[in-house]
């Protein structure tokens, strides 16, 4: 495995939803989430991750996507690209593309809906491996991709690929994420991508956290890393304890609509626009999720949204 820089892929990294308005990604406003996450102390982003609809985008939105972000973060934070896709070929695209804009690493997910072997799995991401030189991280999400990896798994595909460098887990099983790091030793990255286990991956040695919740409460996600690091788990208990209800309200519906809708409330989106076959809530769920804003001290309620 090839030798990072000690703070090169380490602490929050929001995967940034993607805003649309009459159906075009906007791209403008893109660009300022990308200087909310700056502003408010993410280490880094995620571009076309699960919460940014990359199933609903094409290559050429995914790569523009892209250039947008490194060129607003212009090396203030790290810029992760997610590159994969169910086809073996646009992820090898969308993986050029995203060494040649200049990404800090690629993040490429269990090729979906197929369900291939493990065999099949070290093969795939060898291939990817071979393709290109960045820092390669594998995501690993088997309630969407319908496929889950093994350790012993990912140690053959480090095997054939130097510069695969970590994981995001979005799993319930936390077992797998030590027995990566016996493997792989503690210099191999595993971000967490279940909300509600932030606190407990990040104790047990994992490097940073790439949730969806980021969005809405990044410097709030960024101090819950920041508290681990230093070893206050007191403080660190009290931020898991203030992120959990907004946790949990990223589910009420298909992510990223809950965000969208918050983000929205909020001021941080012009529209809550998702692309089909996702739909917007419905008023009961807008109201749900109002009353969740304003416990978390982020929305007065009395102010009224207008669509």
């Known amino acids: 495995m090839i030798s990072l820089k000690k703070a090169s892929l380490r602490g929050s990294f929001p995967p940034v939803v993607t805003p649309f308005r009459g159906g075009k990604v906007d791209y403008n406003k893109y660009a300022e989430l990308i200087e909310v996450q700056i502003r408010e102390g993410s280490q880094g982003v995620v571009i076309a991750g699960t919460t940014g609809e990359p199933s609903s985008l094409s290559v050429e939105e995914r790569t523009e996507l892209l250039k947008t972000a490194i060129a607003v973060a212009s090396g203030k934070i790290q810029v992760v690209a997610a590159t994969g896709s169910q086809s073996l070929a646009e992820t090898l695209t969308l993986t050029i593309n995203a060494e040649r804009a200049g990404a ?23 291939e990817v491996g071979r393709q290109t030189a960045l820092p390669l991280m594998i995501y690993h999400i088997p309630g969407r991709a319908a496929v889950s990896i093994k350790a012993q798994t990912v140690m053959k595909i480090a095997q054939e690929v130097p510069h695969l460098v970590g994981i995001k887990h979005a799993d319930q099983n936390l077992e797998l994420l030590t027995e990566l790091l016996v493997m792989l ?34 410097s709030r996600v960024a101090a819950l890393y920041e508290a681990v690091q230093k070893g206050d788990l007191e403080r660190a208990r009290e931020v898991h304890t203030e992120l959990f209800e907004l946790n949990q309200s ?51 309620t009395s102010s009224v949204a207008v669509r």
């Open 250 to 300: 990223i589910f009420l519906d298909t992510n990223p609509i809950p965000l969208k809708y918050m983000m929205w409330r909020l001021g941080l989106l012009e529209t809550p626009e998702v692309r089909l076959p996702l739909v917007e809530l419905d008023e009961p769920q807008e109201k749900i999720l109002d009353a969740v804003l304003s416990r978390a001290g982020l929305l007065d």
């Open 185 to 218: 030793g503690p210099d191999f990255r595993i971000f967490c991508g279940v909300e509600a286990l932030s606190l407990p991956m990040l104790v047990l040695g994992g490097s940073g956290l790439m949730n969806a919740v980021g969005n809405i409460a990044p």
């Open 104 to 126: 800090d690493a690629a993040l490429v997910v269990t090729p979906y809906y197929i369900k291939p072997s493990q065999r099949g799995l070290v093969e795939y991401f060898s």
